[in-house]
T-cell receptor
Framework: AQKVTQAQTEISVVEKEDVTLDCVYE???????LFWYKQPPSGELVFLIR??????QNEISGRYSWNFQKSTSSFNFTITASQVVDSAVYFC?????????????FGIGTKLQVIP | EAQVTQNPRYLITVTGKKLTVTCSQN?????MSWYRQDPGLGLRQIYY???????DKGDVPEGYKVSRKEKRNFPLILESPSPNQTSLYFC?????????????FGPGTRLTVL
């Protein structure tokens, strides 16, 4: 069963528009971590943010913000005033503890295209 | 510079010809992992290693082998590559095996098996 769902496979926005990337997860654990990674056209994967299951505070970092809601098992990512440099594939990931190690499950990714 | 390196970055090979993709990290990380990335499937874990000489299967281990003889290296071995192993491969490492550690990824290896 898919544990991390990124229902939006591709999104196109015009520069300066706001955009929200959805991430829905499922887990039976009470302690887990959620991540977002960015993969720009150059191909590397870059860590953006981590959130633990006990911290539902929203996080803002510049134009980026994250909304974690346990009630809906969602960890959505919003880019405000998007820029062309935001064009990338964004992956949401769930990390659970399994017998002393981390089990990481990635979503299929959302490709964001910001049009100038 | 702290990094994860992979070699080669690009490889075209033929069915059945054994190959190894190397992965090395210089951050003294305990946990290392291999993923493959395919369109519409995201990143899927092939194998992981919690420390030296400790490895285990991920979600898609068939057709792959790994070893972890030294902490810094985690090579991915394809004994008899097949066309369905054509993919983009990423090596990743994290400080510890705990679930809160973010992963640092290598630049990727694009493999084509003809």
């Amino acid at each position: 069963a898919q544990k991390v769902t990124q229902a939006q496979t591709e999104i196109s926005v015009v520069e300066k528009e706001d955009v929200t990337l959805d991430c829905v997860y499922e887990t039976r654990d009470t302690t887990y971590y959620l991540f977002w990674y960015k993969q720009p056209p150059s191909g590397e994967l870059v860590f953006l943010i981590r959130r633990n299951s006990f911290d539902e505070q929203n996080e803002i970092s510049g134009r980026y913000s994250w909304n974690f809601q346990k009630s809906t098992s969602s960890f959505n990512f919003t880019i405000t005033a998007s820029q062309v440099v935001d064009s990338a594939v964004y992956f949401c990931a769930l990390s659970e503890a399994r017998g002393g190690y981390q089990k990481v499950t990635f979503g299929i990714g959302t490709k964001l295209q910001v049009i100038p | 510079e702290a990094q994860v390196t992979q070699n080669p970055r690009y490889l075209i090979t033929v069915t059945g010809k054994k190959l190894t993709v190397t992965c090395s990290q210089n951050m003294n990380h305990e946990y290392m992992s291999w993923y493959r990335q395919d369109p519409g499937l995201g990143l899927r874990q092939i194998y992981y290693s919690m420390n030296v000489e400790v490895t285990d299967k991920g979600d898609v281990p068939e057709g792959y082998k790994v070893s972890r003889k030294e902490k810094r290296n985690f090579p991915l071995i394809l004994e008899s590559p097949s066309p369905n192993q054509t993919s983009l491969y990423f090596c990743a490492s994290s400080l510890r095996t705990h679930s809160y550690n973010e992963q640092f990824f290598g630049p990727g290896t694009r493999l084509t098996v003809l």
